[in-house]
């Protein structure tokens, strides 16, 4: 049977940035191990599957998958879902609400023809425990030295657990080389229930960072552009130096150049809200057997 499918970059400002994403919509008669299939076959970072809800509180159910398998929740593909679902019904604004596996997210989209701008607000952050980051350092080629001297490590999640690692200065962390190998045995040692992202970041500016993001289940071990991170990433900055606006640069590294911008609260128990650009470059249909 075939199935519409469409390619979106999130995050990118320009053409050839930020993550790029395939979206399958009307996927109900889509099978898990189908999914996970073609996930893999893809090879991008997330592939994303639109469904009818269950929840009556969602517009509709947003299924991610990873190489490795589905995961609960995303940030570049709940924005590029959001913006593909405005798109192939007509819409050049739209509210929407998504059904995903932590629960439900609110939506806002604006397009003008193929690209536009789209607002998530993710879960508020829950902060948990700040570990030793010697082995993870070390998996990414970085001293323990090359810290940051004030802002330590910590693990926050909106939806997935991310490790935030400020790094002491940008040529710091334009120079880390991730060993994956060396990166999932030092992210199972933490004994999470899921492998943390683990956001490098280093400051340009009041209200500007860089960062990279090291997934061991990623193909190629990094991301472009993880708006999974960047929320938890934009709480922290929140709670610890009362920064309440944050713009990410991400993906230099890649070739893949990315900007996610983040609003957040230090006050516990506010949402996160993060923002990008949007570019809808390709479509077409997928047979699946």
């Known amino acids: 049977m075939e199935y519409d499918i469409h390619w979106v970059e999130v995050f990118a400002e320009r053409p050839f940035g930020g993550n790029l994403l395939p979206v399958i919509t009307g996927a109900d008669g889509i099978s898990d191990e189908s999914m996970a299939t073609l996930a893999r076959r893809f090879q991008q970072a997330e592939t994303s599957f639109v469904q009818r809800p269950t929840d009556d509180r969602a517009d509709y159910l947003h299924r991610i998958f990873m190489v490795s398998g589905e995961i609960p929740f995303a940030g570049h593909p709940s924005i590029g879902t959001a913006a593909i679902v405005a798109h192939t019904t007509g819409r050049s604004s739209a509210s929407y609400v998504q059904q995903t596996g932590v629960g439900c ?41 090359s810290r940051h001297r004030d ?14 690692l400020p790094l002491a200065d940008v040529d710091i962390l334009a120079a880390a080389q991730v060993d994956r190998a060396r990166l999932e045995a030092a992210l199972d040692a933490l004994d999470l229930q899921q492998r943390p992202t683990v956001y490098a970041v280093a400051r340009v500016d009041v209200g500007r960072w860089r960062a990279r993001a090291f997934v061991a289940d990623v193909p190629g071990g990094e991301d472009a552009a993880t708006g999974s ?17 944050t713009v990410i640069d991400q993906g230099i590294e890649m070739g893949s150049p990315s900007r996610l911008t983040v609003k957040a609260s230090p006050t516990e128990g506010d949402t996160v809200d993060v923002t990008g650009a949007v570019r809808i470059v390709g479509a077409g249909t997928h047979d699946v057997p």
């Open 151 to 164: 802002l330590g490590p910590q693990i926050v999640s909106t939806g997935l657990p991310t490790l935030v």
């Open 229 to 245: 991170a960047a929320g938890p990433f934009g709480a922290y900055v929140a709670r610890h130096l009362g920064e309440t606006a």
């Open 105 to 145: 997210q609110p939506l806002q989209v604006a397009l003008r023809g193929s690209s536009g701008r789209v607002t998530l607000t993710q879960n508020p952050p829950e902060f948990g425990r700040r570990p030793d980051p010697a082995s993870i350092l070390d998996a990414i080629g970085v001293s323990a030295a």
